[in-house]
């Protein structure tokens, strides 16, 4: 059996492991059409030294990320807890921390904003509602759009009130406008608009709270590299710098990779894994659909002399959050008050520098078609670095080098119309309505994996959707393996 993979994501690499532990007589190749594997999990190099991650760096649902890696036979990754989880710095000087420990965290909301008990009542009831998500939504594909409207589907939508947008739905919760602000925002880490994105992805801070936020000793990126040794300890092939140009189709099969460079290799089963909306582009007969991008993030990365007074993470954020997203998402304009999120892993890793420099990385949400010239036209960068010295003087003395990436480099490199994190998290971009791991009723031996195919974005998710893959491609194909279960429960209305 040969399979054939477009794309070195995460998505990929885990359903490789998957299928090669599973089934090692399986013969896989992976085109990528960059150097490096991991897609969207690789490392910024500086020139004056030391490495830091480029896109992840939060590691959530820590529990589910080491399950996925024991089961796909990955060792050897570390992972370290972070505590304080981060803090918000409103810039009226209101400061919000979370911490690991859910008593102290509730002591701390009562103590500043009298809301300890809104905090539990949140905590006890988003449990429930993340156990329900997981096994109803996150953990299975769908066959029909139709099995949503299935009443052991909607009632539990309902009985959630998934479809209130997830800063509104905390209300719920809480009277402050800062812990609305503080445990909705998280919806942006899958590009996703606080003040539109439906509450159920509002469940990304209580996991975030429950579970606290992890760190990858080493960084993000090499998670990447050590799936890829593995993989090419299992006699995987990689082939770097391979864009895939068409996927050829025969009488309702998917036949052929075929390579820019004219090369052709055919395969039993095809899997899409670059940006679905793009893919799509390349399977022959098919019209390419449109899609609602997530948002956009101008991302500067920092190698500095010496060490810095900074925590692991750190939000700079504007007093009022929704004008921000209103600006970004719906009218393409920059952000007066930008929010500012600061990761600074050398605190906790001094591999990443070997020295006692440092290596600071910044993420700026921001709107999509911008390049750097639209940034310098209006002093944006200036802005954002202005902001960082208010809160932490001193800070521009001591950069070396800056490295910048904008909304237009993400679109250069392959991300649908610049957004950092897939297809928007909306209501019709969500679970059934979503790209399936088979993407065509009409087109047999073609998948799909990665952030814009259900469930969703973000790594441990992307994982998620590698197992329902393989899952999928194990009962079409009639195998049989010891982890069988039933993850595609078809509702017939
Ligand atoms: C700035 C940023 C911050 C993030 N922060 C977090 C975070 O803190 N925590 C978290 O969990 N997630 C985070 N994410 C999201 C996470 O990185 C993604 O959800 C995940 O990595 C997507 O994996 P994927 O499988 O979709 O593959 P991708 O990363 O999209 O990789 C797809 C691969 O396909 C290749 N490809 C595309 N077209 C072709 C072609 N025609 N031929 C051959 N190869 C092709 C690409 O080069 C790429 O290597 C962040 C993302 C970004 C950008």
């Known amino acids: 059996m040969k399979i054939g993979f477009v794309g070195a994501g995460v998505g990929t690499l885990h359903a490789a492991l998957l299928l090669t532990a599973r089934h090692p007589?399986?013969?896989?190749?992976?085109?990528?059409?960059?150097?490096?594997?991991?897609?969207?999990?690789?490392?910024?190099?500086?020139?004056?030294?030391?490495?830091?991650?480029?896109?992840?760096?939060?590691?959530?649902?820590?529990?589910k990320l080491k399950e996925q890696l024991a089961e796909a036979g990955v060792t050897g990754v570390e992972l370290e807890r972070v505590d304080p989880l981060y803090d918000l710095h409103f810039d009226d000087g209101t400061v919000v921390t979370k911490v690991a420990d859910v008593v102290d965290q509730a002591i701390a909301i009562e103590r500043q904003f009298g809301e300890g008990r809104g905090f539990y009542?949140?905590?006890?009831?988003?449990?429930?509602?993340?156990?329900?998500?997981?096994?109803?939504?996150?953990?299975?594909?769908?066959?029909?759009?139709t099995e949503l409207l299935h009443p052991d589907m909607m009632r539990p939508l309902l009985q959630m009130h998934a479809l209130e947008t997830a800063h509104d739905h905390l209300k719920r919760y809480f009277k402050s406008k800062y812990l609305r602000m503080a445990?909705?925002?998280?919806?942006?880490?899958?590009?996703?608009?606080?003040?539109?994105t439906p509450s159920i992805y509002g469940l990304i801070p209580y996991r975030e709270q429950a579970?606290?936020?992890?760190?990858?000793?080493?960084?993000?990126?090499?998670?990447?590299?050590?799936?890829?040794?593995?993989?090419?300890?299992?006699?995987?092939?990689?082939?770097?710098?391979?864009?895939?140009?068409?996927?050829?189709?025969?009488?309702?099969?998917?036949?052929?990779?075929?390579?820019?460079?004219?090369?052709?290799?055919?395969?039993?089963?095809?899997?899409l894994n670059g940006e679905f909306p793009?893919?799509?582009?390349?399977?022959?007969?098919?019209?390419?659909?449109?899609?609602?991008?997530?948002?956009?993030?101008?991302?500067?990365?920092?190698?500095?002399?010496?060490?810095?007074?900074?925590?692991v993470h750190r939000f700079l954020m504007p007093n009022d959050l929704e004008p921000l997203m209103t600006n970004i998402f719906k009218k393409g304009r920059l952000p007066e008050h930008p929010a500012v999120y600061l990761f600074h892993p050398s605190r906790i890793d001094r591999s990443l520098t070997g020295t006692d420099d440092s290596v600071v990385y910044s993420l700026i949400p921001s709107p999509r078609g911008y390049g750097v010239e639209d940034y310098e036209e209006v002093d944006f960068i200036e802005t954002v670095?202005?902001?960082?010295?208010?809160?932490?003087?001193?800070?521009?003395?001591k950069i070396q080098e800056m490295k910048i990436r904008t909304p237009n480099d993400a679109q250069a490199f392959g991300l649908y119309q610049g957004g950092s994190f897939g297809i928007a998290p909306t209501i019709r971009q969500s679970a059934a309505l979503k790209t399936q791991a088979k993407p065509y009723p009409d087109i047999d031996r073609l998948y799909a994996v990665g952030a814009s195919v259900h469930p969703c974005g973000g790594v441990p998710?992307?994982?998620?959707?590698?197992?329902?893959?393989?899952?999928?491609?194990?009962?079409?194909?009639?195998?049989?393996?010891?982890?069988?279960?039933?993850?595609?429960?078809?509702?017939?209305?």
């Open 121 to 145: 009542e949140f905590m006890h009831q988003k449990e429930k509602d993340y156990e329900t998500s997981v096994s109803k939504f996150l953990e299975r594909g769908y066959r029909r759009k």
């Open 183 to 196: 445990y909705s925002f998280p919806t942006f880490y899958i590009g996703g608009n606080p003040y539109t």
């Open 461 to 493: 998710v992307v994982m998620m959707g590698a197992t329902i893959l393989v899952n999928r491609m194990e009962q079409e194909m009639g195998w049989k393996h010891e982890f069988s279960d039933d993850p595609e429960r078809v509702y017939q209305m």
């Open 25 to 63: 007589g399986v013969e896989i190749t992976i085109f990528e059409k960059e150097a490096h594997v991991g897609g969207r999990l690789r490392s910024v190099d500086f020139e004056s030294g030391g490495r830091i991650d480029e896109g992840p760096t939060i590691v959530l649902m820590p529990g």
């Open 211 to 271: 579970e606290g936020v992890w760190y990858v000793k080493g960084g993000y990126f090499s998670l990447a590299e050590r799936m890829y040794d593995t993989l090419v300890e299992r006699g995987v092939r990689f082939v770097f710098e391979a864009p895939v140009e068409r996927i050829f189709i025969d009488q309702g099969q998917a036949k052929e990779i075929v390579l820019q460079d004219g090369t052709q290799e055919a395969f039993d089963q095809i899997v």
């Open 278 to 311: 793009l893919m799509e582009r390349l399977v022959e007969g098919k019209q390419p659909k449109t899609y609602t991008p997530s948002g956009g993030t101008l991302l500067l990365y920092f190698k500095m002399k010496g060490k810095v007074d900074l925590p």
């Open 385 to 397: 670095l202005e902001k960082i010295e208010h809160h932490h003087p001193g800070f521009r003395e």
